[in-house]
């Protein structure tokens, strides 16, 4: 298991942002399957895959997170018609940028699961948890004020 | 005392230096240069006549934590966990900055004292430097100051393959003691250099374009003429409300007071504050300076007419002349000093 | 400042037995401003909410967590419970440690880490939550339907059915549609006048319904459950009231010249018209571009005819505004237009013809009171090919991508039809495949082939030349592989279908999003196939897609279900959880009205007072009543002017940070 | 003050306890604070300021409504205007608070005001800096002539504190309350009228000093309206808020002209501002 | 590009003289050469002062948002790519076109002082400019430079000579003229690199940051009333750099918030007091959308939708983008 730089066992920390009708849904079908997947990963609930504005996934690396997933509806399938085809551009926007900022871009994911993905939810973040493990720690988007051992 | 060491000894004096403190030194960081921790693999570069930010961060750093607090429930609890101050020294500061910490002091050292600031004001000793090739920026010698020869704990002069050290105060003379291994007594005809070279920096400060602005009219009692001339319109219009000169003045001191809740408690730092920012004074029901007009007022007026009213006639800028290489649309306070001054019949 | 109440429901053993619930109920105290927590074996039964209620009146609290199974789930009842003791519903949050938490970890310490965790992020929202309100508005019981086609009749009828008032904007001067020219349907081979006509007779007499033909709608503003539309009623300079459908200034019309659009362009019509003997309604309609008297001055004539006195030369446009609850978009379709193909020589040959010409020359009614008579020549045809999928399956640049579904089922009725009547005529089909896809489709096409001898080559043709009299026309065919030439009389195109060009602009009227073919899109394409995303807008026939006759109706049919359904409420509660503009912050940009797929924000000059200083400026507005809650807006909007209630950036980033703290 | 760290700077405020709230009006709470261990956090004198902050909401300059002769416990008088205010108000007793201070000069009334007839005129939530001056005043109330004050608000909700007013004012001797309010309301037999005009119609002599505080309109027509009845400038005291931040003149942002606020005042004598630019 | 002042100074006396416009918004001579400033004229003997030369860097279109504002027509002089900026503006009815009259004024590509102080030039006064041959008086000398050599960075790859919008050109028929370089090359070259590398590229570089808000305020784009990073509601809000996280995060917000509206004008790095090359980051944002989404020149013009408020539905997927690396 990575080792993170106090010595502790890395357990790396990944947000999750899901579409309340499709994504959550298909998170709900994980648990209710009793599939699992890492404890590390935390949900949020929103109500389009657009509603996530890049503030908040920043925000989520300022605040520690190791990773970013977003999770939509499959294209074409947006319970708001569009949502997910504007979330997509930005997306593929941004985690481009954070790339080249040499944000390591294995950091940052977007998949698309439907409620009837249970299991390709929890695969996804299975996988992704993965990755991050592999990554190790990310340092270069935390905000030093927010670590535990400060005010 | 005038001291000397050989131009190719310097690194052996950085390294000297910065053995029992911090030291700071004009470093290039892909073309600019900034004032900034010395390492053996820094590129010092003292020719640079102008550092982008000035040495004011030392002493009223850019931002600086003050105070914690934690809060649980109804309780609150204060912590402090101010920065520790260990001794430093600023190197190769010009005469326009080390000019400015005096400016710096009126402020913060009055009463009551900023003890942030006077604890590194203590803890920082300046070693300034002469200006032998001044720019067509430079107008210091319009406040009194001469260049050639700059205030400070120490005052180098490099000229030909010498660095001459000239410590003035105790603890300049101090730190001279500390490196006194690779100095060596200056000759008479050191002496001589020196003199040559100070008066042929006078002469190129003398010729200065903007050597020929005039303070007349800038007094206390003028105040209220200037503050109600219609020119300030006129000056205004171009800008465009940045904090850019007043980052890189070295006498400009505003700050604001802001909270970071970092997850685990709340972090209150002080940070530099612009005045020329258009929610500098914005309170909830309105704001005293709507117009950026009245904000650009408000930064020229304070430093050519309010700090010397309240400061002995001492007025808050230093012609470094950063402001007018920096301006992202060339207004500047030379241009606003020609304006509003009296021009002086030739 | 909230006092907040968290209940950690253990769900029995399905969230105790993975998380420690004491352990979370004492964690979440020292979170801000909870002031009280609990847990209890089931949140959701009555003992469960009594316990809510019971909290909330005794501790005074502001809002409430519920830690227990996903929001999904018993968000609702938690609402509903709140609301019971007195509580904004909205100020209730879910934190989900059932499927997202004790039913995916199996470590105990992890599973009561993690619901910490979640619980602390969802108070961390709910202490940003303000109570929110869901809006009302009042539904006016009347339906508008555009489109006079089946589809629209049929969806008229069902809602008059149903006791609701509808008006029926038709732009051409009859309703019938496109199915008034069909001769005969497939496959049951019924007169499709004969089906139809009854319909439109029913539609025109039925008292709840208002037929406005000629008429077009010119504006629209609103939102479901009260639109404003302006109609557009075009000057027939027939006065309806008076004109009894005699005819005669029909048949003494000097100007005979102007083609029939009902014929297809196959015949000439007189200038004042019934487009049809059926039409209904049965007045006349005067040809402004054909008229005698409109383009000289002189004649008259059929004013002087006309013992009714009906005709009005002067008789002008009338506006007419409306209210409606409920809009149904029943645009119906068009076939392309063949200019383009001069593989086929359509322009060029008068015997290279369209299937919906082929339609008028079958029909009894047609122009050729339904011999089959080639257009040049007026001979009966020895030889007739059929071409399938022109335009259809093509290439973006190249007629449409899509399948226009109908033309393999018509094809084959048309050459059953022409072997029928004519056995000697033989009748070849070119096509790429054959779909049969319905009741009794594929028995139908197999009876043209097996029954009628119908050849059907699958190729496609590459070019139709004229020669002698004649049409050569080459393909492919491709189970033999090989070219085939034949000498044809007449050859007929099925040309792909389209919507019909007034749908775009209607579109944009009534912010019904479209696809790149311009079909209006439905809200969902399969759970909810007949409304459009905008609220309040229906969706009828072929303006949603290629279809036929049955599924027309039969969709005719749901879209007025759900205007019914609609138009059944006195008033509609509100989302609460929609857009909100900060004025002051509003740049006026625009960015949120263009990503916005409900057309619920609107620009507008507002007096604006921004930190004491008042200023007119062109705003954001949101319509709360058309908002359906998606967010896109707020990500648009640079200055943050635009949030989202419910989930506000403040609320989302206070849980990140909760999570991430 | 030294310089080595951990000894208290300005900016490092200190503790305090909310002890009572009391809503005096539907926007104005005023709150009782008192150190941890009892008494106020630090002595003031009337018409100082100090800054309040909940950490991590705000930080404001409030005057300290309480005179400087109660050593119990500190007073804050406070409107509910923005963020910070509105926090405040939704406080509960025990809540803690921090305070640092106190600010600014205060008014004169041991130098210039001693001995002299008062007149203190009051609009709405303006009452607050003037009720440490009128307890202090009141509580050395042989040091002090004549004492008037004239106190006015929208309505009689908007009045701050009217118990302590009709309670304890009112028939002190020789101190006049004239109340009023801009427009009549029922079970209000008191004077209707704007602040300025009832000044005019009251016709102080011109042998008192007079304190104002309101809306900076109200303090415009109130000076106005004493110069009509002979005053002169310099026979009158007011008192600003302009944006602080630091509270110690040095962040540079509530100065009017070369004077700030935070420092130089809040209190200022009328004839001083003549020689201040027309920038508040 | 004297001709051209002259062309300016003439023809806004004559706009001025018959009551076209009111106001002329133009560039003002200062205490050098190389430091003309915006200003606004008002009258036709203050004219004299306007002056049009390789140092009129600064774009005049931001200024428009509040001079159009007021009564009566402003006469505007823009140059090419200052036009594309103009129809943003326009474009987000930031400006009222009706109260603007626009001069396209020809150029010869604008200079940087900074490049000529890096060539050793130092205490300069005044410049002669010829086409490519300048000649530097100073403190300490004449000297000659080729113009080539001290273009402004965003210059190097200027979008052309053309005029997007305006009411009337003063142009030369023989303008001096330069190679343009490719604006993504070094883009490119940063997409080559290791992520490490990349990571100090730009560390090294936003370190220098001073949150100065000079790249903000003189983006014609970045033109909110209020903007998120000053606003205490936002959440977001931040003054100064007190972790290198809010480098970033400023730098990330800002690029992606002009993302798809930037026309790449490039004021951002040339106001940059601490010379970050910020207008690689939008370059970036340029280059991907391009790439994903077809070529977009935000300003060319005025209508239609920009990348980030419209979609396909065939959009490339962000997990392919992952796997091309960036682009």
């Known amino acids: ?151 | 005392m005038m001291l000397k060491l050989s131009k190719d000894k310097i690194g052996e004096l950085f390294q000297k230096l910065a053995s029992s403190r911090t030291l700071y030194l004009p470093i290039d960081n892909n073309g600019q240069v900034n004032f900034g921790q010395w390492t053996p693999d820094a590129v010092v570069r003292l020719d640079q006549l102008k550092t982008v930010k000035s040495a004011k961060d030392f002493f009223f750093p850019q931002t600086e934590n003050i105070v914690a607090f934690k809060r649980q429930g109804k309780d609150i609890s204060i912590i402090e966990n101010r920065d520790q101050n260990e001794p430093f020294v600023v190197f190769g500061v010009r005469g326009c900055d080390a000019r400015s910490l005096d400016i710096l002091d009126k402020v913060f050292l009055c009463d009551p004292v900023d003890s942030f600031y006077k604890a590194r004001r203590e803890n920082g000793v300046i070693v300034s430097m002469a200006c032998a090739e001044p720019e067509e920026t430079c107008f210091c010698g319009v406040f009194g100051i001469d260049a050639a020869e700059p205030q400070g704990d120490v005052t180098i002069r490099i000229i030909g393959d010498n660095l001459y050290w000239d410590g003035k105060t105790e603890k300049g003379k101090a730190l001279g003691e500390s490196v006194k291994d690779l100095l060596v007594q200056a000759t008479g005809q050191d002496l001589e250099i020196i003199k040559k070279q100070d008066e042929r920096s006078r002469e190129i400060l003398s010729m200065l374009p903007l050597g020929d602005l005039s303070l007349d009219g800038f007094e206390e009692s003028a105040l209220l003429e200037k503050f109600n001339s219609p020119l300030w319109k006129e000056l205004s219009q171009a800008c465009v409300g940045c904090g850019t000169c007043t980052y890189v003045c070295p006498t400009c001191q505003c700050y604001d007071i802001q909270d970071f809740d970092t997850g685990h408690g709340i972090q209150r730092f002080r940070c530099w504050d612009s005045c020329m920012y258009s929610d500098f004074t914005l309170m909830a029901h309105g704001n005293s300076r709507k117009s950026q007009m009245e904000r650009f007022r408000q930064r020229f007026m304070h430093k050519l007419i309010y700090y010397p009213a309240n400061n002995d006639g001492v007025y808050s800028c230093v012609g470094c002349g950063r402001c007018v290489a920096k301006c992202p649309i060339s207004m500047n306070i030379a241009k606003v000093i020609r304006a509003l001054g009296v021009s002086v019949s030739v | 400042m909230q006092k907040i109440g968290v209940f950690i429901c253990w769900c029995g053993s399905n969230i105790a037995a993975t998380v420690d619930v004491e352990a979370v109920a004492e964690a979440v105290k020292t979170e801000p401003n909870v002031v009280f927590s609990t847990n209890y074996q089931y949140m959701c039964s009555e003992g469960g909410q009594s316990a809510i209620r019971n909290a909330i009146a005794e501790h005074g609290l502001t809002g409430i967590v519920v830690c227990a199974c996903s929001p999904r789930m018993h968000e609702a009842t938690f609402r509903k419970a709140a609301a019971v003791a007195g509580l904004n519903p909205y100020m209730v949050e879910i934190a989900n440690i059932r499927e997202q938490c004790s039913w995916i970890h199996k470590e105990k310490s992890e599973g009561t880490e993690k619901a910490i965790i979640l619980a602390r992020a969802a108070v961390a929202k709910l202490n940003r939550n303000v109570p929110l309100f869901a809006g009302e508005s009042p539904v006016i019981k009347r339906a508008l339907v555009i489109g006079g086609g089946i589809a629209g009749i049929q969806t008229a009828l069902d809602v008059a059915d149903a006791g609701y008032e509808v008006d029926i904007v038709e732009k051409t001067p009859t309703i019938g549609g496109k199915m008034a020219m069909l001769d005969k349907t497939f496959p049951t081979l019924d007169c499709a006048a004969c089906i139809l006509t009854p319909k439109m007779v029913d539609a025109s007499a039925h008292e709840k319904i208002n037929l406005y033909t000629y008429s077009e709608v010119e504006s629209v503003s609103g939102f479901v459950g009260n639109f404003t539309v302006n109609i557009r009623k075009r000057a027939r300079a027939v006065n309806s009231d008076l004109c009894t459908g005699c005819g005669v200034c029909v048949e003494k019309c000097p100007s005979k010249s102007a083609k029939s659009e009902f014929n297809q362009g196959l015949c000439n019509r007189s200038a004042i018209y019934i487009p049809f003997a059926q039409a209904i309604p049965n007045v006349p309609v005067i040809d402004r571009d054909a008229c005698i008297k409109f383009k000289t001055g002189k004649c008259g004539i059929c004013e002087k005819v006309c013992t009714a006195k009906a005709i009005d030369y002067d008789q002008e446009d009338e506006i007419i505004t409306k209210q409606y609850g409920a809009v149904v978009l029943a645009t119906g379709f068009k076939p392309i237009s063949m200019e383009r193909y001069d593989e086929f020589q359509y322009a060029q040959c008068p015997d290279v013809i369209t299937s919906l010409e082929f339609e008028r020359i079958c029909n009894a009614a047609g122009p050729t009171k339904g011999k089959v008579l080639r257009p040049s020549d007026h001979e009966p045809p020895k030889t007739v090919v059929f071409v399938q999928c022109v335009g259809s399956r093509a290439t973006v640049d190249c007629g449409k991508t899509y399948c226009s579904k109908i033309c393999c089922m018509y094809t084959a009725k048309h050459a059953m039809l022409l072997r029928e009547k004519y056995p000697d005529t033989e009748a070849y089909v070119f096509y790429i495949d054959v779909r049969t896809p319905g009741k009794s489709f594929d028995e139908f096409y197999r009876r043209a082939v097996e029954e009628y001898g119908v050849h059907y080559i699958k190729g496609m043709v590459g070019k139709v030349a004229e020669e002698d009299g004649h049409l050569i026309v080459q393909g492919s065919d491709l189970i033999a592989d090989k070219q085939v030439v034949i000498k044809a009389d007449m050859v007929v195109l099925a040309a792909a279908i389209e919507p019909d060009p007034t749908a775009r602009s209607l579109g944009t009227m009534f912010t019904a999003s479209m696809d790149t073919n311009d079909f209006f899109t439905e809200a969902h394409p399969k759970l909810r196939p007949v409304e459009s995303p905008t609220a309040g807008i229906f969706l009828s026939g072929l303006c949603q897609g290629p279809k036929d006759i049955p599924d027309t109706v039969a969709q005719a049919g749901a879209a007025a279900s759900k205007v019914i359904g609609l138009l059944s409420k006195d008033k509609l509660m509100g989302n609460p959880c929609v857009a909100g503009c900060s004025e002051p912050l509003c740049n006026g940009c625009s960015s949120c009205e263009l990503v916005c797929p409900y057309g619920a924000i609107t620009y507008e000059d507002k007096m604006v007072i921004d930190h004491g200083v008042r200023e007119t400026r062109r705003v954001a507005c949101v319509n709360e009543a058309v908002c359906q809650g998606c967010g896109a807006c707020t990500v648009t909007c640079p200055s943050g002017a635009m949030d989202l209630k419910g989930f506000t950036n403040l609320q989302i980033m206070a849980e990140v940070d909760a999570i991430c703290r | 003050m030294s310089n080595s760290a951990g000894i208290a700077d300005m900016l490092i405020p200190q503790l305090g306890i909310v002890k009572n709230i009391r809503t005096d009006t539907p926007d104005v709470k005023t709150f009782r604070v008192e150190a941890p261990s009892g008494g106020v956090i630090f002595p003031h004198m009337p018409g100082q300021c100090a800054m309040v902050s909940i950490p991590g909401i705000g930080e404001a300059m409030f005057s300290i409504t309480s005179s400087p002769t109660n050593t119990e416990f500190m007073e804050f008088s406070i409107k509910r205007a923005g963020y910070l205010t509105e926090w405040l108000h939704q406080m509960d007793v025990g809540q803690q608070v921090t305070v640092r201070g106190p600010y600014g000069n205060a008014f004169p009334v041991d130098t210039e005001l001693r001995g002299k007839d008062l007149l203190f005129i009051a609009g709405g939530i303006g009452l607050a800096p003037l009720r440490s001056v009128i307890n202090y005043v009141r509580h050395y109330r042989d040091r002090y002539g004549l004492v008037d004050i004239v106190y006015g608000a929208r309505s009689t909700d908007d009045l701050v504190d009217i118990d302590e007013i009709r309670n304890e004012w009112i028939g002190h001797d020789n101190v006049n309350v004239h109340l009023t309010i801009d427009r009549q309301q029922e079970g209000w037999n008191g004077h209707v009228g704007f602040v300025p005009d009832y000044v005019k119609e009251l016709k102080f002599p011109t042998t008192k000093t007079a304190l104002i505080c309101g809306p900076p309109i109200m303090i415009k027509f109130v000076l106005a309206a004493l110069q009509t009845l002979g005053f002169d400038k310099s026979q009158v005291y007011t008192t600003f808020e302009l944006r602080m931040k630091c509270g110690i003149g040095k962040c540079g942002r509530c100065n009017i002209g070369s004077k700030y606020v935070c420092k130089d005042g809040p209190v200022f004598r009328c004839d001083t501002m003549e020689e201040l630019p027309d920038e508040y | 590009m004297r001709r051209i002042r002259d062309m300016m100074r003439s023809r806004a006396g004559e706009l001025l003289r018959e009551g076209t416009v009111n106001r002329v918004l133009g560039w003002k001579n200062g205490e050098f050469y190389y430091d003309p400033n915006p200003a606004v004229f008002e009258t036709e003997e203050s004219l004299d002062g306007l002056v049009y030369n390789g140092f009129s860097a600064a774009m005049l279109s931001k200024y428009l948002i509040d001079a159009t504002k007021k009564e009566g027509r402003i006469l505007v002089f823009l140059k090419p790519c200052d036009t594309y900026s103009f129809n943003h503006l326009l474009r987000e009815h930031k400006v009222n076109r009706e109260n603007t009259y626009v001069i396209g004024v020809g150029c010869d590509g604008m200079l940087d002082i900074e490049k000529l102080r890096t060539l050793g030039v130092k205490g300069i006064k005044s410049l002669d400019e010829n086409g490519d041959d300048l000649v530097a008086h100073t403190l300490y000398g004449d000297k000659t430079l080729a113009r080539r050599d001290i273009l402004l960075e965003k210059c190097l790859s200027c979008k052309g000579s053309e005029h997007k919008v305006y009411d009337e050109l003063a142009v030369v028929d023989d303008p001096w003229q330069w190679d343009t370089l490719d604006r993504f090359a070094k883009v490119g070259e940063l997409e080559g690199m290791t992520p490490d590398e990349r990571f100090a590229f730009w560390r090294g570089e936003l370190s220098r940051c001073i949150r100065c808000n000079a790249c903000r305020n003189a983006c014609p784009v970045c033109s909110c009333l209020k903007c998120v990073f000053d606003n205490p509601r936002s959440g977001v809000q931040a003054k100064s750099n007190a972790d290198s996280f809010e480098e970033n995060m400023f730098h990330i917000i800002r690029a992606f918030h002009v993302a798809g509206r930037c026309t790449d004008c490039g004021e951002c790095s040339r106001v940059c007091p601490q010379n970050i090359p910020l207008h690689l980051l939008n370059r970036k944002f340029i280059k991907d959308i391009n790439a994903f989404y077809g070529e977009y020149q935000a300003g060319a013009d005025v209508e239609g939708k920009s990348p980030l408020t419209e979609y396909k539905t065939g959009d490339v997927e962000p997990s392919v983008v992952y796997e091309r690396g960036g682009a």
């Open chain 1, 1 to 151: 298991m990575p080792i993170n730089e106090k010595g502790g066992a890395f357990n790396p920390l990944i947000v999750a942002f899901c579409c309340n009708w499709r994504s959550y849904a298909g998170a709900d079908l994980a648990g209710s399957s009793r599939l699992n997947y890492p404890v590390n990963v935390k949900v949020i609930r929103v109500p389009c895959s657009c509603r996530v504005n890049p503030l908040f996934i920043l925000r989520a690396f300022q605040r520690g997170a190791d990773g970013v997933i977003m999770c939509g509806c499959h294209p074409g399938d947006c319970h708001y018609t569009s949502g997910n085809y504007f979330a997509r551009r930005r997306t593929a926007l941004l985690f481009s940028m954070l790339d080249f900022l040499g944000i390591e871009k294995g950091r940052t994911r977007v998949e698309w699961v439907s409620a009837a993905e249970g299991a390709k939810f929890a695969n996804t973040m299975n996988q992704f948890a993965e990755t991050i493990s592999a990554l190790g720690e990310c340092k270069r988007l935390e905000d030093i004020r927010c670590v535990e051992s400060e005010i």
